[in-house]
């Protein structure tokens, strides 16, 4: 499991509600190219998603390490399955942030 913290910057009546808005957005959700929310933690003002963990760490990290040599037959079907999973979003009425 990973778990993100959600931001707490500004009102806090509209951080509430951006983050019940998020947590409701993403329940339920299943597609093999976005990360499934497994539950969500209120502690305090504090909101914690817990989300299925990626034993590859962050993509943005992977292909920013220089260590990685990924052939380009393997980066293409990467930003085709990144993309399949914006779709998804999209297709659910949510533009990815």
Known sequence: MAVKRLEQQGDLEEINLY???????LQGMRHPNVV??????KEEDDVYI??????????????????HVIPWRRRVRMG??????????????????
């Open 36 to 41: 499934n929310m497994l539950g969500v933690c």
């Open 19 to 25: 983050n019940a808005r998020e947590v409701f957005n």
């Open 50 to 67: 817990v989300m299925e963990w990626m034993n590859k760490g962050n993509l943005l990290k992977y292909l920013r390490n220089r260590e």
């Open 80 to 97: 085709r399955d990144v993309a399949r999973g914006i779709a998804y979003l999209h297709s659910q009425g949510l533009i990815h942030r």
